[in-house]
């Protein structure tokens, strides 16, 4: 069951980037919203800036602004992904494995 929020005219899928609870709930969702942070309902990704990917998780081109994510190096081509406002852990961004050549998958 997705969850929403309604705030005026916008509703906002309410996620986590991961979901270790019997599986991934918004790898298939691509309904129109701003997809927010579990814990505290910091903006993450824009549904447009969603897409289909062969991972078993969510994938995104780009966050709502850099300053809604942290990042650190975990490997050479992946950087760990933390929710900005309450660092909470979302996964990672892909670096070089994006939909276009050249771009990154968070």
Known sequence: VVS??????????IMSFCGWDKGEKYKNHFDHGTYVCSKCDNPLFKSAAKYKHSSPWPAFTEPVSKESLKKYHETELALKVLC?????????????DGPTQGSSRF
Do not use: E, Y
């Not at 900005?84 to 070089?96: E, I, P, R, S, Y």
């Open 4 to 13: 929403t929020q309604s705030t005026g005219t916008t509703v906002r899928p």
């Open 84 to 96: 900005a406002k309450c660092n909470q852990g979302l996964g990672h961004q892909f670096l070089l």
